[in-house]
């Protein structure tokens, strides 16, 4: 079931966030976050815009937001978009489930764009966006620093 986010999910949410902040360049991130940490972000999303978490038997197999895409007010009708899901469930539908729930409810909203930054390379995270018809707008060369290397970081765009 894909619902809302409550902060009673944000333990299963780090949990699953942890997992590619300690393991993967798909988050930036280098520290885990805390279950306190992580609930204050959820807030301070859910104001004005998406959390949603795809729930099965009690438990949390992936989530997906929406933020801000910059403060600028000229900038309120665009978004960023993530979605994570816990590895196991990767590449088998689930995240295009996530993902179809995310963006209609963005369109509900009245927002005009939503962007996904992702690092590169990443087959599985360009194959769902283009799936659903987002498009490359930008490439960045050795942007982020992390694990030792340097890590690529490409954007696509999706005009609602």
């Not at 949390?60 to 929406?66: P, Q, S």
């Not at 993902?99 to 087959?123: C, D, F, K, W, Y």
């Not at 960045?140 to 999706?158: C, P």
Request: with cysteine; charged share 25%; proline share 3%.
């Amino acid at each position: 079931m894909i619902r809302p986010a409550t902060s009673a999910h944000a333990a299963q949410i780090c949990d699953t966030y942890n997992h590619y902040v300690l393991r993967t360049t798909i988050t930036f991130e280098e520290q885990p976050v805390s279950t306190e940490d992580m609930k204050r972000r959820m807030d301070e999303v859910q104001r004005a815009l998406p959390w949603l978490v795809w729930e099965e038997e009690g438990k949390i197999r992936g989530f997906c937001y929406a933020d801000k895409w910059k403060v600028r007010f000229a900038y309120r009708y665009s978004v960023e978009s993530m979605l994570y899901l816990q590895p196991e469930f990767v590449s088998k539908g689930f995240g295009s489930r996530l993902h179809t729930a995310l963006l209609a409810s963005l369109r509900e909203r009245g927002m005009h764009s939503t962007v996904a930054g992702i690092a590169v390379p990443n087959q599985a995270s360009v194959a769902l966006h283009e799936k659903f018809a987002f498009q490359k707008i930008a490439h960045f060369k050795e942007i982020a620093w992390k694990f030792g290397r340097w890590i690529d970081v490409g954007y696509w765009q999706l005009c609602l």
